[in-house]
């Protein structure tokens, strides 16, 4: 059983990490990474106090923790919200109302939910969507929108992986480390992804390939 403690030095409240975990709502190896990482993070230093135990000072927690969050909506939940609500719009279009790089990189929620199908010549199917129906999906992924990477950046030598610029990348790199760090493999980290970013455990597994690659 983990006891979460909170001690008060001269009136002011300090926790120690598993203090700082139940606090923030993060697992217990996040906060050792903020922890470890904390020159890039902002992660505030501990103290220890006369027997020699770790503690980090609450307000201070709680100044790291919003502003954590405010930094990774500012760049992960950008959406156009201009134009009429009720016109429809290809999967190029809905990229680029959410930011993304990619058309390829549109959720599964959104691409399994068209509000309007052609059969085209070939057999393809063109998908469309109202706007209103992008905005929907895009207040319901909030914190897991694309940065957005300007089309043609790329040196044009290689093709960029359809997740090359998805923000989701990120948590599947912390989560593989924090597999690493328990010296777990990658056994049932795609059904961890999968419910961390509420997506399919195929999109799941693909980010974790693609996350893998980049280590």
Do not use: C
Not at 67 to 78: D, G, N, S
Not at 96 to 101: A, E, N, P, V
Not at 145 to 158: A, D, I, K, N
Not at 185 to 209: C, I, K, P
């Amino acid at each position: 059983m983990v006891i979460v403690s909170r001690h008060t030095f001269d009136g002011r409240v300090a926790l120690d990490r598993a203090g700082v975990a139940a606090h923030t709502g993060a697992a217990r190896r996040t906060v050792n990474l903020w922890h470890r990482n904390r020159a890039t993070t902002g992660f505030p230093d501990a103290f220890t106090d006369e027997a020699g135990r770790e503690w980090f000072w609450l307000d201070r927690i709680d100044a790291f923790h919003t502003a954590h969050q405010k930094a990774k909506l500012a760049v992960l939940t950008a959406v156009d919200r201009s134009g009429d609500p009720n016109e429809l719009v290809g999967s190029g279009e809905a990229a680029k109302i959410l930011h993304y790089g990619s058309y390829r990189n549109l959720p599964d929620e959104l691409r399994d939910r068209p509000d309007d199908v052609e059969i085209l010549s070939d057999g393809r199917l063109r998908r469309r969507w109202y706007r209103r129906t992008v905005w929907a999906i895009a207040a319901a992924r909030t914190g897991r929108q694309s940065t957005g990477r300007t089309p043609g950046t790329t040196t044009g030598r290689l093709k960029p992986h359809p997740y090359a610029d998805d923000p989701r990348l990120q948590v599947a790199v912390e989560l593989l480390a924090e597999a690493r760090q328990d010296g777990r493999d990658r056994r049932g980290l795609g059904v961890e992804l999968a419910r961390r970013l509420g997506v399919a455990q195929r999109t799941a597994q693909r980010l974790l390939t693609v996350a893998d690659a980049r280590d």
